[in-house]
């Protein structure tokens, strides 16, 4: 019998036995449960177990806070269970059944586009420049752009094209690589399915709003026809063939003998996947996006137009996600051509400022943060210059609650365009820069609903961000640790982060204990005192606990979550039973590969366990440097 099997079998019972479990398993400090219904679990009789610290629910999944010995915990559980463990991937997975449709959706989204931030970052802000120098009429009275008044700037804007058009055009062939890597497919495959939707062979997506049906041009199989069309840029048409790609190799791979899946497995994958790609799933795509062109013509021609306009300012965002926006081109098109003017572009401007303006708010809150600047800040630019992908897909659809904020400010500022006639003479131009495409009478009205694209999703995401902790800001103190004093070193370079404003609820509300956290700016942890090693997370590698000579007892966390990295960019220096000194190195990890997974990198501290310490005074300094700062001290 095993220490914790008696209050095991009270656990058990109360997340409501094992019939209600759909997963298991265990990180350094919980127990993570994927319950098939939550509300059978009596969480005050839990939190009541003398082993228990705390629960939470969060990504679906319910962690029982236990502490340094969850280990032998889980294993005493899992046996009272009679169930056998499970791998963390597999509890991710099963954790997003508890999530609903959008967050599942978001989820996947946001894991697809994680690897291709920073090109979309870059194309965004080449794009951005290019709308200045290439776009904006300022020279000669209003009639000329810098490219057309200087070869200098006309040979700058055209090369710079090279790289615009390859991120942006060609952007379902990274969506398809990523989604063939995130799925564990042949991602060789997924390139080439990529590249033949946006193949030169085919009619540009951009150009088919402009060419009649009949010049479309066409496969001809005799008794039937497929159209030539391409997909540069789009989104939901290279997301669809992509999973079509993946699921068609599972199932090939599945059914077919080994000694012929090299040939067989990714011939008729990559064959199928194109004919459902071009045959099916662009259909259905231009489909949509002919039915959205024809509500949104309906919609600004109504006299519920101030109604369409708040729909359709709050709904625009979302359409760039699905490429489904550039679809809208075909209709400011006509309506210049019929009217001189067309009243939907402006739209779009103030959807860029908003979006751009959520980042804003992002950019404040994270102000000492600077892996978050990193993309936060060149991001907003790109956006307030008309080119939104980087702000959607590096921020705002990751944190969730800055894109919806921005898409509440987007339609205020909508409403107040379109019904006041506020009419663009071109399109093209986005962002701030948009007032330059606005017929001159209506540039004072277009400014106002400028200013509330600015300053309406920045107070939302702001005051939310505020409300959720994302501010994170450390407050400085004059405060030093003097005099002769036992001491706790600096485990990493960095920001220092108070622990009740760690972005995690099992930290911040210190149910583990009191400690410290840091933003760290190098990639070895170090040990912040003497002691003897007493656990190293075995798999994941992400976290370590030292007991003292004291009997102090701490742990150290490397970021938030990364335990869903199964060790991957961690390389542990010691084992469980090694004597280590204060500076003495512990784990490595890769900071980019951390980034990349979409986990924040804070790394925590935290007393588990006091010992004779006594109580700890903890430093108020902004930035400590590894083995130099003392970060704890106690008399």
Aim: a neutral charge; hydrophobic letters at 50%.
């Amino acid at each position: 019998m095993g220490k914790y099997t008696d209050e095991s079998r009270q656990l058990l019972k109360l997340v409501g036995g094992k019939e209600n479990i759909a997963a298991v398993t265990h990180c350094v400090t919980r127990l993570r449960f994927v319950l098939k219904d939550t509300g059978k679990a009596e969480i005050k009789e839990i939190e009541k177990l003398p082993t228990v610290k705390g629960t939470f629910t969060q990504a679906g999944q319910f962690q029982v806070i236990i502490g340094n010995v969850v280990s032998s915990y889980y294993n005493d559980f899992v046996a009272v269970a009679g169930i056998e463990g499970t791998t963390k991937d597999a509890v991710k997975a099963a954790a997003k059944q508890n999530q609903n449709v959008v967050q599942r959706f978001m989820t996947n989204l946001a894991e697809i586009f994680a690897p291709l931030i920073p090109a979309i970052i870059v194309g965004g802000l080449i794009l951005g420049f290019r709308n200045i120098i290439g776009e904006i009429a300022i020279f000669n009275g209003g009639t000329m752009t810098l490219t057309e008044i200087s070869t200098f700037w006309a040979g700058v804007n055209s090369f710079l094209w090279l790289i615009g058009e390859a991120v942006f055009h060609f952007l379902p062939v990274c969506i398809v690589w990523s989604i063939t890597r995130k799925m564990g497919t042949t991602q060789a495959l997924g390139i080439v399915l990529g590249i033949t939707l946006v193949s030169p062979q085919l009619l540009n997506a951009y150009a088919v709003a402009t060419t009649a049906a009949a010049d479309i041009p066409k496969w001809d199989f005799g008794w039937f026809q497929v159209d030539m069309i391409g997909y540069q840029a789009q989104v939901l048409p290279a997301i669809l063939a992509g999973f079509t790609l993946v699921y068609l190799e599972r199932f090939f791979r599945k059914i077919c003998p080994a000694v012929i899946s090299m040939i067989v497995v990714p011939f008729l994958s990559l064959l199928l996947s194109v004919v459902v790609a071009h045959s099916v799933l662009g259909p259905i795509g231009w489909k949509i996006g002919s039915v959205v062109s024809d509500f949104v013509n309906a919609g600004l021609t109504s006299p519920m137009k101030g109604l369409f306009a708040g729909v359709f300012g709050f709904l625009y965002a979302p359409l760039v996600i699905t490429g489904l926006h550039h679809m809208s081109n075909a209709i400011d098109l006509q309506l210049i051509a019929d009217f001189g003017g067309t009243t939907l572009w402006p739209m779009i401007a103030l959807s860029n400022i908003a979006q751009g303006s959520a980042v804003l708010a992002m950019i404040f809150l994270q102000k000492k943060d600077a892996k978050a600047k990193e993309v936060s800040v060149p991001a907003c630019i790109s956006c307030y210059l008309g080119v939104t992908e980087p702000a959607i897909f590096g921020v705002n659809i990751k944190y969730g609650f800055p894109f919806v904020c921005a898409m509440a400010g987007s339609a205020a500022a909508a409403v107040l365009s379109v019904t006041a006639g506020v009419t663009a003479n071109a399109i093209g131009v986005g962002g701030l820069p948009g007032i330059l495409s606005i017929h001159p009478n209506y540039m004072g009205i277009f400014a106002l609903a400028m200013l509330i694209a600015v300053v309406v999703p920045f107070l939302l995401t702001y005051g939310v961000g505020k409300k959720k902790g994302i501010d994170r800001v450390s407050q400085a103190d004059e405060d030093m640790m003097k005099g002769d004093q036992k001491e706790l070193k600096a485990f990493l370079s960095g920001r220092v982060i108070p622990m009740e404003q760690v972005p995690d609820q099992v930290f911040a509300s210190k149910a583990l204990g009191d400690g410290i956290a840091i933003q760290p700016e190098e990639s070895v942890l170090t040990s912040p005192a003497d002691g003897t090693v007493s656990v190293v997370m075995e798999g994941s590698f992400h976290a370590c606990g030292i007991t003292l000579d004291n009997g102090m007892e701490i742990l150290l966390h490397i970021g938030l979550d990364t335990v869903d990295m199964n060790g991957d960019g961690f390389t542990p220096y010691v084992k469980t039973g090694d004597r280590v000194a204060a500076g003495d190195p512990l784990i490595r990890f890769d900071l980019a590969k951390i980034q990349a997974a979409g986990h924040p990198a804070i790394t925590m501290m935290v007393v588990t366990n006091p010992g004779d310490a006594g109580e700890i005074q903890w430093t108020r300094e902004n930035r400590v440097q590894a083995g130099a700062s003392v970060i704890g001290a106690w008399k």
